[in-house]
Structures are given as structure tokens and as C-alpha cells.
């Protein structure tokens, strides 16, 4: 049986990797390495189809050492071992390269059980992962490698993929394949910057093409056919989750209603419809704040509507909500304000509530002193009187400021007058 076409077209060469410019471009530091003839301990993280496996296979073979792939949802402890036992072979009489696939799903006793062999250099240790390294691999792992992150590819590096994956079929085949105009940029598009998904439907594609003129023709309505709406790289449980919101938050922060509402869509697309309800509700008193206060109340309308219509009418009301945020005035002193008060109240110290503020509605409050001597400030003019509130330790403490946003501004002016109007 044939091996799959992403497999038959994987790169022997640089040359031929796809994206990844950033680390395997002329000066890139992965593709000095690679030059070096040397290879430390690595943890390549980064999407599916990036190239990762290939790479690997690249520094082993430029290294002149033996490749051992294993898969960290499948290998076990004794899986492990075996490989280490190779050590004593001929295969690793140069070292070995240990090529170990999702290493997220080993367990801390597995890796541990290299820990020994990468001190000493008699394993190599390349280990891929699309989950952050940072958030699921082990210290003790981490400290001996140098992590590089593989990004989706540019969907016009794909193409370049494709074009390659066409001539092979049209080798292997005997015979020429024409494309609709549009097809190969339709099909780098819906890959997600995966380039064996690229491939996988290439080889569909053509397995499936019209006969036509004593050649085969992929029109534009069969990459549509086969194209999946997973494209996406989305779970809930993975770093891109938060990658989502994180980008949501700051293009509504940075005021780029555009690039919110295609970050939202990405959420919505993927089906998860609380995540962004919750972030919204932050974002309402975070970054919008006292610049436009009904703003919460708002967003909180849009959000309980979203919930009671779901998916597919809740997107209008959560669109709604991101576009007035991202077009009304900000303001983050609130955030700010909130923040610094809790930083003193973590340092400690004598925070004892000044005795005029404390309850006094108990019996034994008044020989206690409590109560004693507070001013009601209704009772004066505007509704103010010039009084301590904080703790002793802290009097004088200022945590919120003032925006320079037209609501605060004004609210700052009326505290001035106040505060002229109570010294007379």
C-alpha cells in the first residue's frame, strides 16, 4: 500500500521545508544549529502539519546520528528504555536522536527516566508538542532544552507545498492535472496553515478529478466539497483558547473594532459562546471603566441576550457589544485604583479602621468609642465633610486618578469645587 502523499513529498532538505522562516530562515538560529552538525536537547511547539516531525528528521540525518520516533500517547516507560538500550548497539555508536511526539502525555515518571540520559549526552532528546510547552511539560525537562515555536504556515508557502504535491501525482500517475483558477489558493486557505492537511486534500482531490482533455481537471466547487470547517486549530483546554481572548480583549483595548470582531468570530465559529460572554463583562469595567460607566450595564444587557438566544442569533448582541466598546472612550482606572489598594492591603501592616468609622449600632459601642465623632456628610453642604477614612497608616494614600476622559474629567471638577467649597 502506498504510503500517503504527505509522506512520500516530506523535505530531505531545508530547501524544501515550508514556512517556519523565522527559525530556519538564513540567519535563523534553528537553521544554525542545524548547520553546526551539533544538536541539543529541543522542544518543538507549535500547530499540527508544520513541519516539526520533518525537521527532526533533518538535524538527525545532517547530525549522522539514529533517528528513534516514539508517541507520547502510545509510548510507554519500557518504550523508553528500549531505546536507551540501543546505546549499546551499533545504532548508537554516535548517540541517538530521540524524536518523542505529544510528549504532554507522558507522565512525570517517563520523563524522568530520560533525565539521566540527556545529562549525559548519550540521548538527544527532540520532543513536539502543540500544547504550550510551558503549561504541560516538566521543569526538570524544560531546563535542559531550548524550545522553538513552529507557526502555521502562510497560506502562500502552502501553495508552494501543493504545487510539489501535484507534479509527484502527475509522476506517479502518468498523466497532467489541470486546475480550476482560484484552486490551490482555496485549498492553502482552508488548511488553517496546516500543510499536511494541504496535502491530504490535494491527494483527494486529484484521486477524485474529472477526466478531461487525457488529463484530470479539480475544479473550484470540489475543494469546497472536501474542505472542512475544522480548520480552525480551537479547544477549549488549550492555549489557544486563551490566545483567542487575549487577542479579543487587547483589539478592544487598542480600539480595532475589526480585529475584535474577527477574534469573537473565531470563538463563535468554534462553538464556545460563554468564553467570550465572560470576557466581555471584564472588559466592560477594565478597559472602558469610568469613561463611559453605563457601558457595563450595557454589555451585561448584550451578554444576558446572547446567553437566552445562543448560537447561531447570540453572535448579533455580543457583535453589538464588541463594536461599543471598541468605539467608546477608555479608561482603566478603575483596574488601576483596585490593584494598587489590594497591593497595600497585601503588604499587612496596621490597618486598624479609625474608631469613627466603626459600627456603632450594638450596646457597648459608645464605651468602646466607636462611632464617636463621625460626621454625616449629608448633613453638610454638597454633601461633604473633610474627614480621614483610611486607616492611620495609610492617610494621605491616593489609588484612584482620574481620567483624562471627558466623564472623569468632569467628575474631577466637581471634586475640586467641592473640596474649595468645604475649606471656606
Not at 522562516?21 to 502539519?49: A, K, T, V, W
Not at 512525570?108 to 502543540?130: D, P, R
Not at 477524485?208 to 469546497?224: C, N
Not at 492591603?345 to 459608645?366: F, N, T
Request: net charge negative.
Amino acid at each position: 500500500m502506498a504510503a500517503p502523499l504527505a509522506d512520500r513529498l516530506r523535505p530531505k532538505g531545508l530547501e524544501d521545508v515550508v514556512g517556519q522562516s523565522h527559525i530556519l530562515g538564513e540567519n535563523g538560529m534553528l537553521r544554525r544549529i542545524i548547520d553546526s552538525g551539533s544538536i541539543p536537547n529541543m522542544i518543538f511547539y507549535g500547530p499540527p502539519g508544520t513541519g516539526k516531525t520533518t525537521v527532526a528528521e533533518i538535524l538527525a540525518r545532517k547530525a549522522g546520528k539514529k533517528l528513534f520516533r516514539l508517541n507520547g500517547t502510545t509510548a510507554s516507560t519500557s518504550d523508553i528504555r528500549e531505546v536507551i538500550s540501543s546505546l549499546d548497539t551499533l545504532d548508537g555508536i554516535n548517540g541517538v536522536v530521540l524524536y518523542l511526539d505529544e510528549i504532554q502525555y507522558l507522565n512525570k515518571k517517563q520523563q524522568q527516566t530520560l533525565l539521566e540520559f540527556l545529562e549525559n549526552g548519550s540521548i538527544t532528546l527532540i520532543a513536539s508538542t502543540t500544547e504550550n510547552p510551558y503549561f504541560y511539560i516538566y521543569n526538570a525537562i524544560l531546563s535542559r532544552s531550548t524550545v522553538f515555536e513552529f507557526r502555521s504556515v502562510a497560506p502562500q508557502e502552502v501553495e508552494k507545498a501543493i504545487f510539489r504535491a501535484l507534479k509527484l501525482l502527475e509522476e506517479d500517475y502518468n498523466c497532467s492535472v489541470a486546475l480550476e483558477e482560484g484552486v490551490a489558493s482555496a485549498i492553502a486557505h482552508s488548511c488553517g496553515g496546516d500543510v499536511r492537511k494541504s496535502l491530504n486534500m490535494v491527494e483527494v482531490l486529484f484521486l477524485a478529478a474529472q477526466e478531461k482533455e487525457g488529463g484530470r481537471f479539480i475544479a473550484l466547487s470540489d475543494v469546497d466539497a472536501v474542505a472542512e470547517k475544522g480548520s480552525l486549530r480551537y479547544d477549549r483546554s488549550d492555549d489557544m483558547h486563551y490566545d483567542l481572548l487575549s487577542a479579543l480583549q487587547k483589539s478592544v483595548r487598542g480600539s480595532d473594532e475589526n480585529a475584535a470582531l474577527h477574534y469573537l468570530a473565531r470563538l463563535l465559529e468554534a462553538g464556545d459562546l460563554l468564553s467570550p460572554c465572560r470576557r466581555l463583562l471584564v472588559m466592560a469595567s477594565e478597559d472602558i471603566g469610568l469613561a463611559w460607566p453605563q457601558c457595563a450595564s450595557i454589555v451585561k444587557s448584550c451578554v444576558d441576550s446572547a446567553l437566552q438566544l445562543g448560537l447561531p442569533e447570540g453572535r448579533i448582541p455580543l457583535a453589538q457589544a464588541v463594536i461599543a466598546m471598541c468605539t467608546a472612550p477608555k479608561s482603566n482606572s478603575a483596574i488601576e485604583a483596585i490593584d494598587a489598594a489590594m497591593a497595600d492591603v497585601r503588604k499587612g501592616g496596621d490597618l486598624s479602621i479609625p474608631a469613627y468609622l466603626r459600627d456603632g449600632h450594638y450596646d457597648g459601642a459608645q464605651k468602646m468609642g466607636h462611632a464617636q465623632g463621625y460626621q454625616y456628610p449629608h448633613a453638610y453642604p454638597n454633601h461633604y465633610y473633610p474627614q480621614t477614612y483610611l486607616p492611620k497608616s495609610l492617610e494621605g494614600r491616593v489609588y484612584y486618578r482620574f481620567g483624562d476622559n471627558k466623564t472623569e474629567q468632569a467628575a474631577a471638577q466637581y471634586r475640586a469645587k467641592i473640596l474649595s467649597e468645604a475649606k471656606k
